[in-house]
């Protein structure tokens, strides 16, 4: 199946190798197992992105939908956070987005909203699939079949909304880098009509990626780190495949440290905010400063999400660019986290000033590449493993993967990637040797099981 272990759903939605293991078939009856879902009636909001093969799941899981008895309502090629927005605003019973996010192009999935645009929990993901693997789907009768409408309308009243959120400082110039995928056609004219001088980077929809990766790092954002550099920007923001996601360059023509970012923006909200158990400790000191408070949950927007609404946080993130605006809606979007951003550089900048107030703590972010088998065997016994590896242990925390947190300060989080076949380690220590010393431990264990 498309994800880890046998189940059909990772970390984030369905996905997986076009052929293989993300199929027009499996988009059929995807569709029809959420129909069931929703009692064979009722709406959804459907978008794509721009991967060569969304058209075709876009197709196949309509003809699912309507087949068993749903409306569909079309918004086209969209960015993910449109989805999630389309069916809150329209009052839909649930949103599909036809999308892989930030893996190569030969990927593509399926991730689904509730009625709120906020994504579905592993728990409504776990019904979908009993549905689905037991085909408790149904065929409706001819004169039951679905509806099948466009609405292009949202898109402008998304960017008005949008707009009507933040307040940027004429002039500001910022380079936005889309890597071709959906953000493409949406992104530049909002920031366009935000006030903003924009230049535009891999702007054009292509799904072959071809100026870049889609996922927004260090590694790919080569071009976008010297444009805002020769054409003095204030900013660049880079888009993951989909837009949910945005990463930011300084004025410098740097990468910004993640930790810090998010921090930053965190604090302007201030009172209680969510992020995950990658998080650097920055966060837990920069919320301090403005009396507030972090609480940390498993990796995932879903996650985040469901800490938000658990403990009424004003703001959510993870280190990767996925921000979650509570005050907008429930999906995470990459397009508001870069207004956002754009709003407070534009008033309180530059950029790299407002980072450089924050300190530095070594960090370090390593995947190891190994089968799907290798990564269950790998896990199996980490708790123990690491436990014996280390001697100034504070708390162990395994809410997802192992997090290790030592007296010192340091901290190390070894967890399996739900969505590609990697380890990761990420971690952070008040200095560089015990940085290195941390991930050799890791690597050694990691190794000892290759
Ligand atoms: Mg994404």
């Known amino acids: 199946?498309?994800?880890?272990?046998?189940?059909?759903?990772?970390?984030?939605?369905?996905?997986?190798?076009?052929?293989?293991?993300?199929?027009?078939?499996?988009?059929?009856?995807?569709?029809?197992?959420?129909?069931?879902?929703?009692?064979?009636?009722?709406?959804?909001?459907?978008?794509?992105?721009?991967?060569?093969?969304?058209?075709?799941?876009?197709?196949?899981?309509?003809?699912?939908?309507?087949?068993?008895?749903?409306?569909?309502?079309?918004?086209?090629?969209?960015?993910?956070?449109?989805?999630?927005?389309?069916?809150?605003?329209?009052?839909?019973?649930?949103?599909?987005?036809?999308?892989?996010?930030?893996?190569?192009?030969?990927?593509?999935?399926?991730?689904?909203?509730?009625?709120?645009?906020?994504?579905?929990?592993?728990?409504?993901?776990?019904?979908?699939?009993?549905?689905?693997?037991?085909?408790?789907?149904?065929?409706?009768?001819?004169?039951?079949?679905?509806?099948?409408?466009?609405?292009?309308?949202?898109?402008?009243?998304?960017?008005?909304?949008?707009?009507?959120?933040?307040?940027?400082?004429?002039?500001?110039?910022?380079?936005?880098?889309?890597?071709?995928?959906?953000?493409?056609?949406?992104?530049?004219?909002?920031?366009?009509?935000?006030?903003?001088?924009?230049?535009?980077?891999?702007?054009?929809?292509?799904?072959?990626?071809?100026?870049?990766?889609?996922?927004?790092?260090?590694?790919?954002?080569?071009?976008?780190?010297?444009?805002?550099?020769?054409?003095?920007?204030?900013?660049?923001?880079?888009?993951?495949?989909?837009?949910?996601?945005m990463m930011a360059v300084d004025e410098t023509g740097k990468v910004v440290n993640f930790d810090k970012l998010l921090a930053l923006v965190a604090s302007e909200f201030g009172g209680t905010v969510v992020t995950t158990v990658d998080a650097g400790f920055i966060m837990d000191e920069e919320l301090e400063k403005v009396c507030g408070n972090v609480l940390r949950t498993p990796v995932g927007d879903v996650a985040v999400a469901d800490g938000i609404l658990k403990n009424n946080a004003s703001f959510g993130g993870e280190p990767s660019g996925t921000w979650l605006h509570p005050d907008f809606c429930m999906c995470p979007d990459g397009l508001l986290s870069g207004l956002r951003l754009a709003d407070i550089v534009s008033h309180k900048g530059p950029l790299s000033k407002l980072l450089d107030q924050m300190p530095d703590y070594p960090n370090i972010r390593e995947k190891v590449t190994c089968s799907k088998e290798d990564k269950v065997k790998i896990m199996e016994n980490m708790d123990e493993e690491l436990e014996n590896a280390f001697d100034d242990i504070k708390e162990i925390n395994t809410i997802d993967g192992v997090r290790i947190s030592l007296n010192d300060g340091s901290w190390v989080l070894v967890r399996p990637s739900g969505t590609e076949n990697y380890i990761r380690i990420t971690l952070e220590a008040k200095t560089e040797e015990k940085a290195n010393e941390i991930k050799n431990i890791c690597l050694d264990i990691i190794n000892s099981h290759l």
């Open 1 to 245: 199946m498309a994800s880890v272990g046998k189940k059909l759903f990772g970390t984030s939605g369905i996905r997986g190798e076009i052929g293989s293991e993300v199929t027009g078939e499996l988009a059929l009856n995807v569709g029809k197992s959420l129909s069931y879902y929703l009692g064979n009636e009722g709406t959804v909001v459907l978008g794509y992105d721009t991967r060569t093969t969304s058209k075709m799941l876009n197709q196949a899981i309509t003809a699912g939908l309507v087949e068993s008895g749903v409306n569909v309502i079309k918004v086209g090629m969209v960015p993910t956070p449109l989805v999630g927005y389309a069916t809150d605003r329209l009052g839909a019973d649930a949103g599909i987005m036809i999308t892989a996010s930030h893996n190569p192009s030969k990927y593509n999935g399926i991730k689904i909203w509730d009625k709120n645009g906020m994504a579905y929990t592993p728990e409504q993901e776990s019904e979908i699939e009993d549905i689905y693997l037991n085909k408790k789907y149904v065929n409706v009768g001819w004169d039951k079949i679905g509806s099948i409408t466009e609405n292009n309308e949202i898109k402008k009243v998304y960017m008005d909304d949008l707009l009507s959120m933040v307040n940027i400082e004429p002039g500001f110039k910022v380079v936005i880098d889309c890597a071709s995928g959906a953000g493409s056609e949406i992104s530049p004219i909002v920031f366009r009509r935000a006030g903003c001088e924009v230049i535009t980077l891999n702007s054009q929809v292509d799904g072959f990626f071809p100026g870049r990766n889609p996922e927004p790092n260090d590694a790919n954002l080569g071009s976008l780190k010297k444009v805002v550099k020769a054409t003095g920007a204030d900013l660049g923001i880079a888009h993951d495949g989909d837009a949910d996601r």
